[in-house]
């Protein structure tokens, strides 16, 4: 196992490099650049601008000055759009935000969404499961961005509960909507794998002759029918995972959390290349151990894996 | 000889004559109550691009560093100049030397005098390769002596034509006359900043505990994407004139977010979105409000030689700028109080009177009939219906009136144009390369002046994206730079517009706000929107 997570760490190297390196060439192939503006910047001023950020130098040189900086100094670069700031200032500001409001999405979402989906398989064809079910295809029809307006217009306007927007230090009446609006479409997805798995599980061979040895149901559901009702839920927690706690772009823009999200998605369109860079690296980094933290999981949940 | 002007100059240039210095916070009115909690907050479209005066770009920075900032002219509610740092200032008989004196008890927020050499410093900043602001071209433009040199890096900083005679007095020498030029220094870019500050935190001295400002304010909170707070200077000279403690902007994207934001009460001010004007103002009277504002909208040709040869018949260009029915756009589209236009300049510019032209003075069925007339003489009808491309950048409101003109050309006049929509950066490369057929623009001033709009149409102008080429317009122009009163001027640069066509004008912009009743002296009068937050103060409910 621990020679498999070497190797697999020993492959994200190159694949993260591979990532960058695509990523770079792409971003600089778009049309227009970081000071492509309608009043176009007289020649003398641009020269000054590119000379500053090594903009005039050729590509691969661009590339290599800026691999060095973040091996040798940890410096992601500049930002060109936000002159006050630099990639390690936006990260730092706006990851610890898209992680909180992530995380507990991610709570939220896996924990409401497998408690449903259990309670339905084990309450098969009952009320239960029936409104268990109603509610998952419900929230799952339901994306963020649907959501985002109902409940800013439920819970601002109509009932002056809470506030519309903003971070304020990440205050829990900040939280709710932005928790709600990105943990509702996952929670619907997670209770309909995790229903549909358990109810699989239920009727397979071991839990009949677990059935049969005279097992209390609360043993045969938690010790033996649990974990292999996981497996395919946490194959779709990973990519979760990673989504939620990058941040959601809709949730950043329409409740102003100042989430990492807007940065990113803003840097692809003012061709701020260096925070779109960043911003990859950090997103692909994350992908990279998710997935590998998933595969590790599996050997945990199912003893038929082994590495 | 020294031409005492003081500010009988710049009255040249505003619509209205200063007749004494406003003081901030002294006009409010006798009957007012004053709220307890003097906070302002009102909506960011988008998060700023910075604080710093030398490198600020955007609206909402500007907006900022004008509360952060005092430069040495402000404006006040008309957009009229009013003292800043400098009380006064003269001009030599040919406007090529300015010397303004400053006030003596203007302070840093941290206790420091402001000085020339404050100015100085800030100027030579602004200006110098290695800061490499993309607003350099605001010292060009401003015609400063030794400008174009020191940015291209040909001279030293020193040989800027700005000196400091003594603490209190700053020279400002150009190459160019202009009359104008005090206007000029109510922007950003030419506030001071304090250079010890800067020398100790580097590229970090904006941010909230490093920084050092001269304004009314001072950054205390900062959010990016989310908020930013800014909070009363007791340094400030005029602060027991200053009547709100506090301004919060919240940064936030969707204007229709920030509408119901407004409404649960979170927001003194936002935007009001497209077509909703007329429901908030009979819901809200009062508080939907909209007024002038110094920019355009319109469609530019392409009269380039890789422009298509069609646009190059005036009556083909004519007869499309006809046909679209500037009253269902505003009315009807945007429904926010717009002007319709029919002129590249609108009419809320200082000393600016539009042509009377005949498009303008036609009914719109007058207008469709010419249309039809000119169309057909130029060789287009049913069986050879004119065809082409127009592109805008991405955006809903842009799509809706692009269809709506379209839709407009189609029935009146059977031509076909086919749309497109790009990503702004992608539009702009495909614009500033002529790699198109019709092609939307818009243009807010930067300074409350004609020439601001009409040097787009200049033949030499870098903004000339249509490739409009006409001796006589750059002729009137050339002549205006010189010209004390240059009004008649651009009024006739209007006239060859109207004839030529090369854009078609659709609406001038307004400011469309909801702005909470208990908001007092927002400058409404102020068309270029260049608000203070020392000169408003909030009213008890």
Not at chain 1, 77 to 95: E, L, M, T
Not at chain 2, 411 to 421: H, I, S
Request: contains cysteine.
């Amino acid at each position: 196992m621990i020679s498999y997570t070497f190797r697999r760490l020993l492959v994200a190297i190159p694949t993260l490099f591979l990532l960058v390196v695509t990523c770079f060439y792409l971003m600089h192939f778009a049309p227009g650049g970081p000071f492509t503006s309608e009043r176009p910047i007289p020649p003398a001023v641009l020269a000054n601008i590119e000379a500053r950020y090594g903009l005039d130098q050729p590509l691969w040189k661009q590339l290599w000055d800026y691999l060095v900086n973040i091996f040798v100094y940890f410096d992601f670069g500049p930002s060109f759009a936000y002159k006050d700031r630099d990639v390690n200032d936006i990260i730092s500001q706006g990851f610890p935000i898209s992680l909180t409001y992530g995380f507990l999405s991610f709570v939220v979402a896996s924990a409401v969404g497998v408690s449903l989906g259990v309670g339905a398989a084990i309450r098969h064809n009952s009320w239960l499961d029936y409104s268990a079910v109603s509610l998952g295809i419900a929230a799952q029809a339901l994306p963020n961005f649907i959501m985002g307006p109902i409940l800013i217009l439920t819970f601002t306007l109509w009932l002056g509960w809470l506030p519309g927007g903003g971070w304020n230090g990440g205050q829990w009446q900040y939280l709710i909507m932005p928790v709600i609006a990105l943990s509702t479409s996952f929670m619907g997805s997670i209770a309909r794998i995790t229903r549909s798995s358990m109810l699989e599980v239920l009727n397979s061979n071991f839990i009949r002759t677990a059935r049969a040895k005279g097992l209390p149901e609360r043993q045969i559901i938690w010790r033996h029918a649990m974990k292999p009702t996981l497996l395919p839920v946490i194959s779709y927690l990973g990519p979760v995972f990673v989504y939620v706690l990058t941040g959601s772009v809709f949730v950043d823009i329409y409740f102003s959390t100042g989430g990492l999200g807007q940065s990113y998605v803003n840097s692809a369109l003012t061709r701020d290349y260096a925070v779109l860079l960043g911003v990859t690296i950090l997103y692909g980094a994350l992908t990279i151990i998710v997935n590998l933290l998933t595969d590790l999981a599996y050997a945990w949940f199912d003893p038929k894996i082994r590495y | 000889m020294t031409m005492h002007t003081k500010y009988s100059l710049a009255a040249l240039l505003c619509s209205t004559m200063l007749a004494a210095p406003a003081l901030a916070g002294g006009h409010i009115p006798a009957d007012v109550t004053l709220a307890e909690d003097q906070t302002f907050t009102y909506r960011q479209l988008d998060e700023f691009s910075s604080v710093d005066p030398g490198v600020v770009e955007d609206v909402s920075g500007s907006e900022m560093v004008r509360d952060l900032f005092e430069g040495l002219m402000s404006q006040d509610a008309d957009g009229n100049l009013v003292p800043g740092v400098a009380t006064h200032f003269e001009a030599n008989d040919d406007n090529t030397v300015y010397t303004f004196t400053l006030r003596d008890n203007a302070k840093w927020s941290n206790g420091d005098p402001v000085t020339a050499g404050d100015f100085v410093y800030a100027w030579q900043r602004a200006a110098s390769p290695a800061l490499a602001s993309p607003y350099q071209w605001y010292i060009e433009l401003m015609s400063i002596e030794n400008g174009s040199a020191v940015i291209k890096g040909d001279k030293p900083l020193s040989d800027l034509g700005v000196k400091a005679i003594n603490d209190t007095t700053l020279q400002v020498t150009l190459s160019a006359p202009l009359p104008y030029f005090p206007q000029m220094v109510t922007h950003g870019t030419t506030f001071p900043v304090h250079k010890a500050t800067i020398e100790a935190h580097g590229s970090d001295w904006t941010k909230p505990g490093n920084i050092v400002s001269n304004g009314a304010y001072v950054l205390t909170e900062h959010l990016p994407n989310e908020r930013s707070v800014r909070e009363r200077n007791p340094m400030y000279w005029d602060d027991a004139n200053t009547t709100i403690d506090k301004t919060v902007a919240l940064v936030i994207n969707d204007e229709n977010v920030a509408l119901t934001r407004f409404l649960a009460g979170e927001l003194d001010r936002t935007e009001i979105p497209a077509g909703q004007f007329p429901r908030l103002k009979e819901e809200y009277p009062g508080v939907a409000i909209s007024f002038p504002r110094l920019c355009n909208y319109y469609y530019t040709f392409n009269l380039s030689d890789s422009g298509p040869e069609v646009f190059k018949d005036v009556r083909v260009r004519k007869a499309l700028a006809l046909a679209v029915d500037r009253k269902i756009i505003t009315e009807n589209v945007l429904a926010g109080g717009q002007p319709q236009a029919y002129t590249f300049t609108p009419a809320a510019v200082a000393e600016f009177t539009p042509p009377e032209t005949e498009m303008a003075k036609m009914a719109q069925a007058e207008r469709d009939a010419m249309a039809k007339e000119l169309l057909a003489e130029a060789g287009f009808g049913p069986n050879n219906p004119l065809q082409f491309d127009m592109i805008y950048n991405t955006s809903d409101g842009h799509k809706k009136i692009a269809v709506a003109m379209t839709q407009m050309w189609k029935q009146k006049l059977g031509v076909e144009a086919t749309l497109a929509n790009m990503e702004w950066k992608v539009f702009l490369e495909t614009r500033g390369n002529q790699d198109f057929e019709l092609a939307r623009g818009a243009w807010c001033g930067d300074y409350n002046e004609a020439s601001t709009f009409l040097d787009l149409l200049d033949s030499e102008s870098g903004y000339n994206d249509g490739k409009f080429v006409n001796a006589d317009v750059d002729g009137l122009l050339e002549q205006a730079k010189l010209s004390t009163d240059a009004s008649s001027l651009y009024t006739q640069v209007e006239q060859i517009i109207a004839e030529e066509m090369p854009i078609i004008p659709i609406y001038h912009y307004a400011g469309v706000y909801m702005m909470d009743s208990d908001v007092g002296n927002w400058p409404v009068g102020n068309v270029e929107q260049n608000w203070y937050s020392k000169d408003l103060y909030k009213i008890a409910e």
